[in-house]
């Protein structure tokens, strides 16, 4: 789960993490209640839940109140690296003396925490990291005993701060390690973490990523998630579904098997509309949902099931059949393959099924190469 | 011969008394496996398919041998059950198991660091031996004994992999699925030390796929290690790009990029063949059991 900048800055100071002033605004008119605490000199930031967002415009300095609101104008509504822009923060400017970089991150290599800090933050880092690696500092934490207070005196030390300021920088990669582990983040990364010119520390962008199978254990994070309709469905009925640009819908039972699936519907010259694994829930109606779903997306050309699957395919088919019962005015091509357990019986019901364009191919590849031609033919 | 499993090997489930455990032990047990105990908590004293039920691991393990167990309870308490296999000094434990916080993971590999056991998982749809064992979610007819090994990161990539061999005429010493999680314990380089090793195995099968290094790391453990003919197949090609990990992700990687392009580089260069369809892995392999043998 990917949190928005003013959710993480949220749990940031709940573990006494200082933040820059700030509002959400999500209607124009609410500038006036912000600006008046913030003074004129402002920073406004859309609220979307993907990384890169400076370098695509979506942070903008304001002067005064009136350009705030011109800027609002254009921001609110918009759509940045494909989210629609619903909420604005709008943020104190900070007088900056120096901009650092701290971050804490699963390294999943080494299966332990990963502590990271540098001098030089800001938005090049990557570039810092790639051109001078000794200017960004790392250290493996073992999990059984945390982040201990040596290892942050060689982080600072060796990153090269300057006293009195390593001190506090110490302190902070502390109270960071206890967000991150206590919030079952995969990632928390400040930056910049700024210097003030009266020398106070500022976590002016903040950026969590929570591990997804976590959440049963913090209720308030879970419910700061937003989710699109489908990506509700999708999820109450435990499959995964990512939307993609593509003409051409796959379903399969598993995640390497449905990127398998695209792989080979690319390799004939289909175009993949989509990725979508129904093998967790396909006991339990993954198979209608994720179906359903598809079938609404009116620019596709056709649909691809295709599936070798260790769940019960009797109780897939029949929702395929179901599915396809409800929507009337469907008729794009789809072709169906199905192996594993209880195949046989699924085939049979599926040879029930009245839908007219419903297709059925043996192999796995001939299953691609089929729904790529009769996708041509629409 | 086979790897990890065969038919004398003695299993318990954690999780025997649950829909996925009970319904799934009955088909370990069609398949020949020796299932000796069940564990779950609250339920001991009962019987499963006459398969006595205990609350603990330590419990079952004073009445029975056990040599692996495999996991079936819920996410959100599958670390304790690892843990519990651990302590009772199981040697071989299946994770079956999806949806394990990555914290929990980080924990028991920690764990294992100070132990004898092997952790395949979490989220590895199992393993089998053609002939002698299966403990997991694979569809039996789709495999039998023969001389590839296979590991995979997919479970259904495996079982349609292992089909497209047997209507080949091409059989398996042992498959197993390493698991679909960021963290997982027995990994592609585990694999081919013990493919190596077994005598039965001819050739070894990797099905990777994008994300994270284990087929880089793998490519450089062949070229060192591997004597044995490897093939390769690599999900993802035309994958989204995963999840956004902010500076920390491309700093963490250090230029270890884990895409498509990357892992075919790596295993091109150790002279493995990467099949670019499914349906080009018979070919491949029926060829190394000729030229290696």
């Not at chain 1, 779903?293 to 699957?309: D, H, V």
């Not at chain 2, 692996?68 to 690892?82: E, L, N």
Request: aromatic fraction near 8%.
């Amino acid at each position: 789960m990917f949190l928005r900048e003013h959710q993480a800055k949220f749990i940031l100071s709940s573990f006494g993490i200082s933040i820059p002033k700030g509002h959400i605004i999500t209607k124009v008119e609410d500038i006036c209640i912000a600006s008046t605490k913030l003074g004129k000199e402002t920073v406004l930031k859309a609220q979307v839940p993907v990384g890169g967002r400076g370098k695509a415009g979506g942070i903008k300095f304001a002067s005064s109140e009136k350009e705030a609101e011109e800027c609002l104008r254009t921001m609110l509504g918009s759509q940045l690296k494909g989210y629609p822009v619903t909420e604005v923060l709008i943020e104190e400017t900070l007088d900056i003396q120096a901009e650092y970089y701290v971050g804490v991150i699963t390294d999943t290599v080494k299966s332990c925490p990963l502590v990271i800090v540098s001098t030089q933050g800001g938005m090049d880092i990557e570039e810092v990291a790639r051109e001078s690696p000794q200017a960004v500092v790392r250290i493996a934490v073992d999990p059984y005993f945390g982040l201990t207070d040596y290892q942050t005196r060689f982080l600072v030390n060796r990153a090269g701060f300057e006293k009195p300021i390593k001190d506090k920088i110490a302190k902070w990669l502390q109270q960071l390690y206890r967000v991150y582990w206590e919030t079952d983040a995969q990632l928390v990364e400040i930056n910049p973490l700024v210097l003030t010119a009266d020398g106070n520390l500022v976590a002016a962008d903040a950026k969590m990523v929570i591990d997804d199978n976590a959440l049963f254990r913090h209720s308030l994070i879970s419910e700061l998630r937003v989710l699109s309709e489908p990506e509700l469905k999708a999820e109450t009925a435990n499959i995964n579904y990512v939307p993609l640009d593509g003409e051409i819908g796959i379903i399969g039972t598993g995640a390497g098997m449905a990127m398998a699936i695209m792989d080979q519907v690319a390799f004939f010259g289909g175009k993949p509309a989509n990725f979508m694994d129904v093998g967790p829930g396909i006991n339990n109606g993954g198979g209608r949902v994720g179906l359903d779903i598809l079938l609404r997306r009116p620019e596709l050309k056709g649909i691809l099931i295709s599936g070798y699957s260790g769940g019960r395919l009797e109780l897939f088919a029949s929702d395929i059949v179901a599915t396809l019962a409800e929507h009337v005015t469907a008729k794009l091509p789809i072709v169906v393959r199905l192996q594993g357990i209880n195949d046989d019986e699924a085939q049979e019901i599926l040879q029930q099924c009245p839908y007219e364009n419903l297709h059925f191919s043996q192999g796995f590849d001939e299953a691609a190469l089929k729904i790529v031609e009769l996708s041509k033919k629409e | 011969m086979s790897i990890l499993v065969n038919r004398e090997t003695r299993l318990i489930v954690q999780g025997i008394t649950g829909r996925y455990g009970n319904f799934y032990s009955q088909k370990f047990l069609d398949y020949g496996t020796h299932i000796v105990a069940g564990v779950t908590p609250g339920k001991g004293g009962m019987s499963i398919h006459e398969i006595p039920v205990f609350d603990t691991v330590a419990e079952a393990l004073q009445e029975y041998q056990a040599d692996a167990s495999i996991i079936f309870a819920p996410g959100s308490v599958a670390k304790d059950a690892i843990l519990e296999a651990v302590d009772s000094g199981i040697k071989l434990i299946l994770c079956i198991v999806d949806g394990l916080p990555v914290r929990d993971v980080m924990v028991v590999k920690r764990r294992l660091r100070e132990s004898q056991t092997i952790l395949i998982g979490p989220n590895t749809p199992g393993i089998i031996t053609p002939g002698e064992f299966l403990a997991g979610f694979m569809p039996a007819h789709a495999f039998k004994p023969g001389k590839v090994g296979i590991a995979s990161r997919s479970g259904t990539l495996t079982y349609q992999t292992a089909d497209l061999l047997c209507k080949n005429g091409v059989g398996q010493s042992t498959a197993l699925g390493i698991g679909g999680d960021p963290i997982v314990g027995f990994g592609f380089i585990d694999a081919l030390s013990y493919f190596e090793a077994d005598p039965a195995t001819k050739t070894i099968l990797l099905i990777g796929e994008i994300g994270g290094i284990q087929e880089e790391q793998a490519a450089a453990f062949i070229k060192e290690k591997v004597t044995k003919p490897v093939i390769a197949f690599i999900g993802g090609r035309m994958a989204p790009p995963g999840s956004k990990m902010g500076h920390a992700g491309a700093i963490v990687n250090e230029g270890r990029v884990g895409n498509f392009a990357s892992k075919l580089a790596a295993f091109e260069a150790v002279g493995v063949p990467v099949a670019k369809l499914l349906s080009e892995i018979p070919g491949l392999v029926k060829k190394s059991l000729v030229k290696g043998f």
